[in-house]
């Protein structure tokens, strides 16, 4: 998922948010119980997986697509300027990697589709982060949507009759949810939706997508189901609020281990392989360029040498396409 659709798409999340706990409470309202929660939730658990696996495969696309790059086959808005562009792909090429002067366009060009090849798919990556969603951009979601029901259920305190301790349990549960129950589903649904891309059956496709939805609203109804087992207990005991205060900063511990920390974790792995041949090559850059200024100071110094007056020089200034190349003649 490229950087310049994630605003868009947390703006979708943010409204089906926001539509999830409206009809919660409708639903709830005619239905006794908390069935009108945990339906409103399911659906909206289930549509963020299927579009979550969207994404997954567009994500991969990109990746896909890069492994095949090749900048003659790049479509160019005015053909006219595609020699133009050769002509400076080549010449950049042939000072950052100092390649030889006298190679064919064609080979420099092939030279620059190897390191694009090689080099972008790892900045994309850096880039666009391992999940869908940075995990940022998941609290701000998570966060927006519950806090406001708790600085509600604040407000509550005001009242006369009002027990202090369900109020604050609510509170707590709310931050919960914010901080390490919304968070942890989001998180599994985008893993599961990233896995077994290239499914060769539509069968198997809507079958992987539908365990996927169910395994995602499970653990939504295992989350819920421990939340409120644990906040039952809490109204009528001390070590209740205890556990439940452990039980949220445990999770939220948990979820920014796996949103952060685990990432970068995971990642070393699969880094591994790719970073002594990126520190190789960025070795041999770092060596081409320094060999270039060389050159260039080579060549300054036996520019400066040979106007001295020393010897009587003829120059001769001959005109090849729009460089200016010069043949001395002694």
Not at 79 to 104: C, G, Q, S
Not at 296 to 323: C, F, H, I, L, N
Request: hydrophobic letters at 50%; proline letters at 3%.
């Amino acid at each position: 998922m490229l950087p310049t659709s994630i605003p868009k798409f947390v703006m979708i999340m943010l409204f089906l948010q926001y539509l999830m706990q409206v009809s919660g409470m409708i639903i709830s309202s005619v239905v006794a119980g908390s069935f009108g929660q945990f339906f409103a939730a399911s659906i909206c658990v289930m549509l963020l997986v299927v579009a979550f696996r969207g994404l997954s495969k567009e994500k991969a696309s990109i990746s896909s697509t890069i492994a095949d790059f090749s900048v003659q086959k790049c479509t160019c808005f005015d053909e006219r300027d595609r020699p133009v562009i050769y002509t400076n792909i080549a010449v950049m090429m042939r000072k950052v990697l100092h390649l030889p002067e006298d190679m064919l366009e064609e080979q420099v060009l092939d030279q620059f589709d190897i390191l694009v090849r090689d080099e972008l798919p790892e900045a994309l990556t850096k880039q666009m982060g391992r999940y869908l969603i940075p995990m940022d951009r998941i609290f701000v979601i998570t966060f927006l949507s519950h806090i406001p029901f708790a600085v509600d259920c604040i407000a509550a305190l005001s009242e006369e009759g009002i027990e202090v301790r369900p109020v604050l349990l609510r509170n707590l549960g709310s931050i919960t949810w914010a901080a390490a129950g919304s968070p942890s589903i989001l998180l599994l649904g985008q893993w599961l939706a990233m896995q077994r891309l290239h499914l060769r059956t539509r069968a198997a496709e809507y079958c992987w997508v539908v365990f996927c939805m169910l395994l995602a609203t499970l653990w939504m109804v295992v989350l819920a189901v421990a939340d409120s087992k644990i906040s039952t207990w809490g109204e009528t005991s001390d070590l209740g609020v205890l556990v439940y205060c452990l039980y949220c900063l445990s999770g939220f511990l948990a979820v920014c281990w796996l949103g952060f920390g685990g990432c970068c974790c995971c990642g070393v792995r699969r880094q591994g392989s790719s970073s002594a041949s990126q520190n190789t090559s960025s070795i041999d850059v770092e060596a081409n360029i320094r060999a270039a200024d060389e050159s260039d100071k080579e060549a300054a110094a036996g520019e400066k040498a040979m106007s001295t007056p020393t010897r009587q020089v003829e120059v001769e200034d001959v005109v090849y396409g729009d460089d200016a190349l010069w043949r001395m003649k002694i």
